[in-house]
């Protein structure tokens, strides 16, 4: 995203470094997490509905909203005017949001009624020392 | 072929992403300091309420739950506007964005675009177009580009093509109204030309149509099929190119958007009228540190600046008051600017008037090292100035607007600023105001 540095091997003087036919770009985790930008936002989770997936109280989800969910997915959608963090189930009995923690409930769609998605998630970040 | 993309109701729209709970039902975007409605749902339009109404007035219908506003959150909408037109620098062949909210594309090829409905319709040989309009491959890549859109960024968009930036942009308005939101000027317009009031042909403006009136010019067609003589005696050149784009001969020019600009300028209404010295300075400083950097970022330098105040009336309007102040020599530096200018704002200011706004433009813009008088007292050193700078600059960028800036722009509470008191949260560009998920 930002400006990088050219790498060029310009020596004044002394050996020529056996490395420089070799020099790479840097790891970029952007690079590893975010494969469309325009299309990638990130979110902060909230409670522990997902703890049974590894998603934790206030981790950072990675979100593509290019993907369609498919059964089995971790997916953002909204309910009732609030996002919520769930596993996307499609089957004959239609489709439903399963949290990964007994103490939620699944959410049914009924019939008719169209699931407000908005994104896959697509990686979790857990961070260990504070949230931010 | 030239298409135009662009946002429906680009601000609410933006807003309903992230908050869905204003899907469905009629919701504007206030300007800035939460003056007049600027954007608005389609629910919105439906209650009869226009463009422009002023906030205080809805106030009441606010309260009773009816309508929904939200302030200006211009660093959502400008991210929203980034992330459309990267999709379209990936799907057209050249993307000029026009606006905020809408960009001018020059789309591929039909040959690029494939056969894809070529053997659905019987194309006409000899025809303009070998396919019949409703199965065109420009009518299917639009509707590709619009649910891309819509997909990766949550936006619905109305597209248009046609031959002429001109025609383009009446395509657009016709595409918005239709289903599938896309729509191909017919080689022939005549038709649509003729059921348009020629005041809404881009590029017309409000005045034009009562001149056009007089010489009996009411529908875009009788524009298209106007004299040129008559066309130049009325509205000059400007209106017989956008008359040559209506006959589909392209005359737009492209907006040249990385030219140095004439003047840099930075201006602001006050949320509350102003009454003291320090809130013009403050303000001033603030206008100045701002116009500064956008002067940087176009390796300029100014000559001098004119800085001006707006006196309050009530019920709008106020006379304006100003000062011109000349640099001793073109800079580029906050510093020296404000310097410059500071004995200049007490002598703008007059007790017990209360300012309704402030604002200052710099002119006399110039490449470093333009031929010019050098001052012999110059002894700053250039280098260690503009190292200053492009640190303030990187820190800014890095850190936020306005992280690092100077103590005349004031560090207490700044009466100033823009009143966004409805403003949403920031979820693209800002890591605390992230969106939560439960």
């Known amino acids: 995203m930002g400006a990088k540095a050219k790498v060029s091997g310009s020596v004044v003087a002394g050996f020529p470094s056996p490395a420089e036919q070799y020099l790479e770009p840097p790891l970029d985790l952007n690079e590893l997490l975010v494969k469309r930008p325009a299309a990638t936002y990130f979110v902060r989770v909230e409670g522990d509905s997902m703890s049974g997936a590894g998603i934790s109280d206030g981790d950072l989800l990675v979100v593509d909203r290019s993907l369609r969910p498919a059964d089995g997915d971790v997916i953002i959608a909204n309910v009732d005017g609030d996002f919520t963090v769930k596993t996307y189930r499609r089957d004959k009995d239609g489709i439903r949001l399963e949290p990964a923690n007994p103490a939620y409930p699944v959410i049914r769609l009924h019939a008719g009624q169209e699931l407000d998605y908005f994104g896959k998630v697509t990686a979790c970040i857990h961070r260990f020392a504070g949230k931010k | ?438």
């Not at chain 2, 609410?12 to 600027?38: H, I, Q, T, Y």
């Not at chain 2, 001018?104 to 309009?133: C, D, H, K, V």
């Not at chain 2, 939101?181 to 022939?188: A, E, I, N, R, T």
């Not at chain 2, 140095?260 to 102003?274: K, N």
């Open chain 2, 1 to 438: 072929m030239i298409g135009l993309v662009d946002g429906n109701n680009f601000f609410v729209s933006c807003e309903r992403v992230f908050n869905r709970k204003l899907v469905g039902r009629p919701v504007a975007v206030l300007s800035n300091n939460d003056g007049c409605c600027v954007s608005r749902s389609n629910e919105f339009k439906a209650l009869g309420i226009p463009m422009g109404t002023p906030y205080f007035q809805l106030k009441n219908r606010e309260a009773t739950g009816e309508l929904s506003f939200c302030s200006s959150n211009y660093e959502l909408y400008g991210d929203m506007s980034r992330r459309i037109v990267s999709i379209l620098r990936d799907e057209a062949v050249d993307v000029e964005q026009y606006s905020i909210d809408e960009a001018f594309i020059t789309p591929p090829s039909l040959e690029a675009l494939g056969n894809g409905e070529r053997g659905m319709g019987n194309g006409e040989i000899g025809s303009r177009s070998p396919f019949p309009i409703t199965h065109s491959p420009y009518l299917a890549y639009g509707r590709r580009l619009r649910a891309k859109i819509l997909r990766w960024v949550g936006i619905p968009c109305g597209v248009g093509f046609a031959p002429t930036k001109t025609l383009a942009k009446i395509a657009n308005h016709i595409g918005k109204k239709r289903p599938d939101g896309v729509f191909l000027m017919p080689d022939d317009p005549t038709e649509i030309l003729a059921s348009l009031p020629v005041g809404e042909v881009w590029g017309v403006g409000r005045r034009l149509p009562v001149k056009l009136r007089a010489s009996r010019i009411i529908t875009a067609q009788q524009l298209h099929d106007a004299p040129d003589a008559t066309i130049r005696s009325i509205g000059g050149v400007t209106l017989l190119r956008t008359v040559m784009e209506l006959r589909g001969i392209p005359c737009c020019e492209e907006k040249d958007y990385d030219a140095a600009p004439d003047t840099v300028s930075c201006s602001r209404s006050f949320g509350t009228p102003a009454t003291t010295l320090e809130a013009l300075e403050e303000s001033m400083a603030s206008f100045a540190a701002q116009a500064a950097a956008k002067l940087r970022r176009h390796g300029l330098l100014a000559s001098g600046c004119n800085i001006y105040a707006q006196i309050f009336a009530a019920g709008g309007g106020g006379d304006f008051v100003g000062r011109t102040v000349a640099f001793p020599v073109p800079t580029d530096a906050t510093n020296e600017m404000l310097r410059a200018f500071r004995p200049e704002v007490t002598a703008l200011y007059t007790p017990g008037l209360r300012y309704r706004k402030t604002g200052i433009v710099f002119f006399g813009l110039e490449k470093p090292g333009a031929p010019r008088q050098t001052d012999l007292f110059d002894t700053t050193p250039p280098t260690g100035r503009s190292r200053l700078y492009k640190a303030v600059d990187a820190l800014n960028a890095r850190y936020g607007k306005g992280k690092v800036f100077s103590a005349a722009e004031g560090i207490g509470q700044r009466s100033w600023q823009m009143k966004r008191s409805k403003l949403s949260k920031r979820p693209t560009t800002r890591w605390n105001e992230l969106m939560t998920v439960r």
